[in-house]
């Protein structure tokens, strides 16, 4: 068994949560800063995330290889265009330990409160398990993919068969001569409903809604393309660079009715080459705007429904008994597999229903966002001092590689730090005014988006407003990351009487370039005597 560390210190400059992509790349940013004083609190045992739980079959990024990397590493040798998952959480791997980020990440402890003390500016961060450790900074970097979604479906739970989510695949069930069904049509089960279709007797594709999938390029990447990459650092940014804009190009059909009606014929004519039964290709052609939904990409996904052991249904699911699934229409049809592919729970409603976040006071988290999630640029939450967000409201996207975006952030959360020093502040808050502007910025451009076009998705609230997507460019989103508006904020500077001397900061490492204050901060977290005085908001 693979030893590692769950003990958190007393104190620490920053508290991360969550060791994915986001956790990682903002871990690795700080030490580039010089800011090594950070704890990476990961519930699992193991780093990345997403690409750590989902191991289904046929399960690969929909963003290409060369462009689903960070900017700062050299990986020159993927193997195709889009990566299997376990090449992508071999990156994950090595770049943790290029970057030795291992010793900073405490392992197998969930997060379960955060609480910040206006008195002191630090916030307390509590486990599962009984842990609390203080920090200044805090930067939830969970991401919206962790916690799995199961559908309430009458009778579930008295299934007799296997039941399993996409994210929680069991490798050691033998599918081979099953009568399957997969219940959901999105991004993974058009991943694995192909590939375990020639091993299964029967699976029936249980499909509520029609996605709109295109062609995947699935080009290995030759020998010689590896040696050029490797060898001439300059071209392989420079491809980097031609995938990143040939994909930011698929933003103009979001805001532009005609560009998508000319995307959506050539998805049909995908549809009619791809599928043989007319009246199979009629369901599996959406009846909504390309673009409303995600976009799925994959060679196999309407090919796999000319085989004769593959069904579709399409008439929703009535109840599941013992060994079958009834049909609305009262059809029965037998089953001792049922796959999940339903998806997580994106809203940050849903999966932090039972995290106690609470602010300056009389600010609770999901008090502030009981009608949705709101953010200032999806980074930082007012009433939230010096707290931080990867991937919050309405940064994340359905065109390009998200790690573009984290990396924006990153920059701005860096950029955050190095202004509070520079001012001498303690904590940073962003104004209500400024939220409220920019969430309604987002909201009005979005009305004018084919995500508004009638379809549900789950981009959207229940009320249908979109609290996930971008509604702009990935450039426009890294320019108005680029530096901090500082007049956005209150700069705050909490006045102290001097710390007694005897409770000095032996207990914290060593951070070398650390911010100021930091040192204060860890006597303070240790129980230090000093007094506070009323805080002032230094303009």
């Known amino acids: 068994m693979k030893e590692f560390n769950s003990t958190l210190p007393k104190y ?34 193991e780093v990345g995330g997403t690409w750590r739980d989902n191991s289904y079959p046929g399960c690969a990024c929909d963003v290409q290889s060369h462009l689903y990397s ?24 090595g770049t943790v330990s290029e970057y030795n980020v291992r010793p900073n990440v405490r392992f197998g402890l969930e997060v379960n409160s955060a609480v910040f ?72 089960a058009i991943q694995y409903v192909p590939e375990i279709a020639p091993e299964v007797e029967h699976i029936d594709v249980y499909q509520r809604t029609a996605a709109w999938v295109i062609p995947r390029d699935e080009r290995p990447y030759s020998a010689a393309s590896k040696w050029i990459f490797k060898n001439i650092p300059s071209l392989r940014r420079l491809y980097r660079s031609r995938l990143y804009f040939t994909n930011e190009m698929r933003v103009w059909p979001i805001f532009n009715e005609t560009l998508a009606k000319g995307v959506e014929f050539l998805a049909k004519r995908f549809i009619n080459m791809q599928v043989k039964d007319p009246e199979t290709r009629a369901k599996l052609t959406p009846d909504y705007t390309i673009g409303c939904k995600r976009i799925l990409i994959s060679n196999k996904w309407y090919k796999t429904f000319n085989r004769k052991n593959v069904g579709l249904v399409t008439d929703g699911i009535q109840e599941i008994r013992e060994n079958s699934i009834v049909d609305k229409n009262g059809v029965e049809r037998e089953c001792d597999t049922i796959i999940l592919g339903t998806g997580f729970i994106v809203d940050p409603r849903g ?49 390009n590689s998200i790690i573009f975006m984290i990396e924006a952030q990153i920059h701005y959360i860096l950029e955050s730090m190095k202004e509070a020093k520079a001012r001498g502040v303690d904590y940073l808050n962003v104004k209500k005014s400024a939220q409220d502007d920019f969430n309604n910025e987002i909201q009005e451009r979005i009305k004018g988006s084919v995500w508004t076009s009638g379809c549900s998705s789950w981009y959207q609230q229940d009320d249908g407003k979109n609290f996930v997507l971008w509604p702009y460019s990935t450039l426009a989103f890294w320019r108005r990351n680029k530096n901090v508006i500082t007049s956005h904020y209150d700069w705050v500077k909490i006045e102290a009487q001097p710390a007694s001397s005897n409770n000095a900061s032996a207990s914290k490492k060593d951070t070398g370039d650390a911010i100021s204050k930091a040192d204060s901060k860890a006597t303070s977290a240790k129980g230090s005597s000093a007094k506070t005085e009323n805080p002032e908001v230094i303009a």
Request: aromatic share 12%; charged share 20%.
């Open 117 to 188: 003390d206006e008195k002191s500016a630090t916030w307390t961060v509590g486990t599962m398990d009984g842990q609390t450790i203080q920090c200044r900074y805090f930067v939830l970097a969970t991401g919206p993919l962790h916690v799995p979604q199961f559908p309430k479906i009458k009778g579930l739970e008295s299934f007799k068969g296997k039941v399993m989510h996409s994210a929680q695949w069991d490798h050691n069930y033998d599918l081979r001569g099953k009568k399957v069904a997969s219940i959901g049509t999105g991004g993974s």
């Open 351 to 399: 999966y932090m229903d039972k995290f106690n976040l609470k602010g300056l006071p009389g600010r609770d988290i999901l008090v502030d966002w009981k009608d949705g999630a709101e953010a200032y640029l999806g980074n930082t939450v007012t009433g939230y001092p010096n707290m931080f967000q990867l991937v919050g409201p309405n940064s994340g996207l359905g065109h």
């Open 12 to 45: 620490t400059d920053t508290v991360i949560i969550g060791a994915g992509l986001g956790g990682i790349g903002m871990g690795i940013g700080l030490q580039k800063a010089g800011l090594s004083d950070y704890i990476i609190i990961e519930k699992s045992t």
């Open 70 to 93: 960070y900017s700062f590493t050299d990986k020159s040798d993927w193997s195709k265009r889009y990566a299997p998952w376990n090449e992508i959480q071999g990156y994950i791997l």
